[in-house]
């Protein structure tokens, strides 16, 4: 594993230019984000006590940090726990770059991160859900091993709630609900010392939505299912909370400032849209009729404006939308947490893509702990407008990125939802209600494949044997799922 293992230890011949030293300043590891042709944002976490220590980051185009093009000096606050974001600029695209902080003679690990550009491949990872209470983080040491452009990280990267309320493996800190600023810090500090969500943000750079456990279960930019104000406070002040570690403790372009939906581009092969689907949503529809009724929406008037503007005018082959909550209707199944709530707006979305002839988009969803490819159709349950066999009326694809770690079903459970969904909606190519793993989506001139892999042993330590489970094909000619295997 890369973390915590310095240039001079790696024990074989490549060149080490820098003094290692075995750093317990720098705790959390180091990470990258949100990259484009020319610029990507590290971050590293200072172990301190004082006010304000600067620290050094050294850019090199090589893994033992001999040919150092860049260095400067950022300052970890203590009014940002000690965080520090570095925005990098004036890189070359598509090139892979080492960086490292340093403390006088103390060193972080090593990062590897990557600029977009122009490209005949791209491949991106998916991955959402970690609910440390269930288990052991090997999803992300098995997306850290793959050879990927970047991370998307769909949300639910960490869960609220207090020791025994969802899962019991492991204990939390702090063991009670996190309510306060403090609270999200040190929740966010447990996860980034797992040594494979270190080694995951280490080897790849990563661009992060959120989903409702970075705030409260089902939350809402007004409020939670789960956030009763009698206990908890005033909701208001939590999401502050929430919002302000995540920020501190995710890097991402423009940092507290910066959107949250936000677009990635390489050259014109691919862009990527992603979207926050949880914090300007309209509250949640009471029943059916109200989640179908029109005007409400997910997105919010700004972010649907941005996306759809994006969508028609994007030239690229391959449009990605990296939505925290799932698309696709499932028949007499409505999940109001997910688009079923803003049916209207979804009718907008596909209808867009149908009237402007756009093509190439694919969806990838979390948040169901589910895997899903589906075929997303304006009415995927009649048969004049949609064909299975053949693609036929199909606009788009989706996938559902199973949980890193979070449960769903087991056993008798989970097949019979699976016969269900098979036998209730014709657009599902694949359902695994189950499984812990990970898409990967590679993006070619003509053809884009999508990987599902699933991890076992998530409930131990030493798991993380994983499999190919399923890998399909979608054409730029032709929409609609084709399985390859
Ligand atoms: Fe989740």
Known sequence: MPIGVFGCERGDSAPVCAEPTRSDRFPHGVASADPTESSVRVWTRVESSAEREDVRVIVATDEGLCDVIAESSAPALARDDHTVHVELTGLAPSRTYYYAFELGPERSAIGRTRTTGAADRVRLGFTCCASLAHGWLHTYDALAAQELDAVVHLGDYVYEYENGRYGSLRGYEPAHATITLEDYRLRYGQYRREPPLQALH?????????????????????????????????????????????????????????????????????????????????????????????GRSILGAR???????????????????????????????????????????????????????????????????????????????DPAVYDRATGRGAVAVELMTPAASSPNLFGGEARDFEAWVRSAS????????????????????????????????????????????????????????????
């Open 202 to 294: 280490a080897r790849h750079p990563t661009i992060v939505t959120w989903d409702d456990h970075e705030i409260a279960n089902n939350a809402w930019r007004g409020g939670s299912i789960e956030h009763d104000e009698a206990i908890f406070g005033p909701y208001e002040a939590r999401r502050e909370a929430a919002t302000r570690a995540h920020a501190e403790w995710i890097p991402r372009a423009g940092g507290a400032e910066g959107e949250r939906f936000r677009r990635f581009s390489w050259g014109d092969l691919a862009e990527l849209f992603v979207l926050d689907t949880r914090m300007e949503r309209d509250p949640p529809p009471r029943d059916e009729v109200e989640a179908a009724a029109p």
């Open 303 to 381: 972010q649907r404006e941005w996306l759809f503007e994006g969508l028609r005018a994007s030239t690229a082959r391959w449009k990605v939308i990296a939505s925290g909550v799932q698309v696709s209707p499932h028949a007499e199944f409505w999940n109001f947490d997910a688009w079923d709530g803003y049916a209207d707006e979804r009718r907008l979305l596909l209808e867009l893509l149908e009237r402007e002839g756009i093509t190439g988009v694919i969806v990838v969803c979390g948040d169901g702990h589910k895997s899903f490819a589906d075929d997303l159709a304006r009415d995927p349950l």
């Open 426 to 485: 014709p657009h599902t190519h694949f359902v695994d209600a189950e499984s812990r793993g990970y898409w990967t989506l590679e993006l070619a001139e003509d053809r884009a494949l999508a990987t599902l892999s699933f991890v076992e042993g998530i409930e131990r330590p030493t798991g993380g044997d994983e499999r190919v489970a399923a890998v399909f094909e979608v054409r730029l000619e032709r929409s609609g799922l084709v399985r390859v295997r």
